[in-house]
């Protein structure tokens, strides 16, 4: 019997990085990206673990233009290739606890991939919790938003969050929502161990850590829900693969070749807000409700 290759073509769909340059330009730039107030070491850390997940989220609005809402925009590296190489005009937000004021700011550094020169922005931003109250937005102020490695970390109601994106995006608005894959080839590897897949405690509190993780099926059925029509919806892998670190790929996947779609680490999703809300919250992720309020 032929093994798959642990890298599915699948898993990994060809990079969507901006015209001109290649992936050295890319590196190049996040090498160069410093944030104020956050330690280097962290920051690189970061990007690269996850640097091809910024590049998908871009090619999802890249094409795109008008008015953009980027939630959860910190540490900006979507938001600064969105602003160098796309036509959309961001107004970010951001929560960093109950401390801080309506409004902030932070200066991010780096060196423009194209002229070589350093470049410094000012991130200003809203600083709301998006599960708290009304977005600080008008309605149909916005003709896409940005939802990417948020949805994740919502404590109580996704339902709320993403009703409230849509009466802020203008009707036939996009919806750009990335985010970790519960069913990655690397969590199928730990249950087989019965190692656990749950996100630990963070030491930044309960917004923190990944509270509900989503698989590829209830990422479509949510969206749907909420009324908006899927345009892609696809996942990928954006670092190494440690799935064989867990569990023998020669056993592991024969048995997991129908769902080679949906073994990525991160879903990357875009969809249209073109459908009416359904009233009440899905049964399949809800509980204790009041009677009449869960639907199938």
């Given at each position: 019997m032929t093994v798959p290759d642990p890298t599915l073509s699948s898993m990994t769909p060809p990079l969507p990085l901006p015209q001109g340059l290649c992936e050295a330009d890319v590196i190049d730039l996040f090498v160069s990206f410093e944030l104020e107030g956050a330690p280097k070491d962290e920051i690189e850390n970061y990007w690269r673990q996850d640097w091809k997940r910024f590049i998908y989220t871009f090619g999802l609005a890249a094409d795109l233009s008008g008015e953009c809402l980027e939630l959860g925009a910190n540490p900006y590296f979507t938001s600064v290739l969105l602003r160098l190489f796309s036509p959309l005009n961001l107004t970010l937000a951001n929560y960093f606890g109950p401390a801080l004021g309506p409004e902030g700011a932070q200066t991010v550094t780096f060196r423009h991939p194209a002229s070589g020169e350093r470049q410094s922005c000012n991130m200003e931003f809203q600083h709301f919790n998006i599960e708290s109250g009304e977005f600080p937005f008008a309605s149909a102020s916005f003709d896409v938003v940005l939802l990417c490695e948020v949805i994740e970390h919502l404590q109580s109601d996704p339902i709320k969050v993403l009703l409230e994106i849509k009466r802020v995006l203008k009707p036939s608005g996009h919806l750009v929502l990335t985010t970790p894959n519960v069913s990655r080839l690397e969590n199928?590897?730990?249950?087989l161990t019965g190692a656990n897949i749950y996100d630990p405690f963070s030491g930044y509190g309960p917004y923190g850590r990944h509270n509900r993780e989503y698989n590829k099926d209830e990422l479509a059925k949510l969206l749907a829900f909420c009324g908006f029509e899927m345009q892609t919806l696809f996942s990928a892998d954006v670092h190494t693969n440690n799935a064989a670190m867990f569990?023998?790929?020669?056993?592991?996947?024969?048995?997991?070749?129908?769902r080679k779609f949906d073994l990525g680490q991160y879903l990357f999703s875009r969809s249209q807000n073109m459908g009416i809300a359904r009233a009440g919250r899905p049964s399949w992720l809800y509980r204790s409700y009041p009677p009449g309020e869960l639907q199938p």
């Open positions: 199928v590897c730990r249950m569990f023998p790929l020669e056993k592991t996947l024969p048995l997991v070749e129908f």
